[in-house]
Nanobody, 114 residues
Framework: QVQLVESGGGLVQPGGSLRLSCAAAGFSFSVYFMSWYRQAPGKERELVASISPTGGTTHYADSVKGRFTISRENARNAVYLQMNSLKSEDTAVYYC???????WGQGIQVTVSS
């Protein structure tokens, strides 16, 4: 059974940091690209970052470049999103995704507010 479970969200002040984690199970994690998406209220879901199977290639949305870092640990079947210098516009539900299997996590709320 393919499963993705996010953790690490919450409330943080502007300028703060959070690290999201995604635990994968039920598929050959190390051979797939992994991605983080987000969806803010009233907006469409957007790609935030993606990472290649070996971690050697990453891609970021322009809005998060230089502030967010995606990484993975294939030995732990885990992918991470380190978010620094958070802004109010980063407030959204964040989803972990493996497009190759069509799997999505349940989503986790990140709220940036003073």
């Amino acid at each position: 059974q393919v499963q993705l479970v996010e953790s690490g969200g919450g409330l943080v002040q502007p300028g703060g940091s959070l690290r999201l984690s995604c635990a994968a199970a039920g598929f050959s994690f190390s051979v797939y690209f992994m991605s983080w998406y987000r969806q803010a209220p009233g907006k469409e879901r957007e790609l935030v970052a993606s990472i290649s199977p070996t971690g050697g290639t990453t891609h970021y949305a322009d809005s998060v470049k230089g502030r967010f870092t995606i990484s993975r640990e294939n030995a732990r079947n885990a992918v991470y999103l380190q978010m620094n210098s958070l802004k109010s516009e980063d407030t959204a539900v964040y989803y972990c995704s493996c497009q190759g299997t069509g799997a999505w996590g349940q989503g986790i709320q990140v709220t940036v507010s003073s």
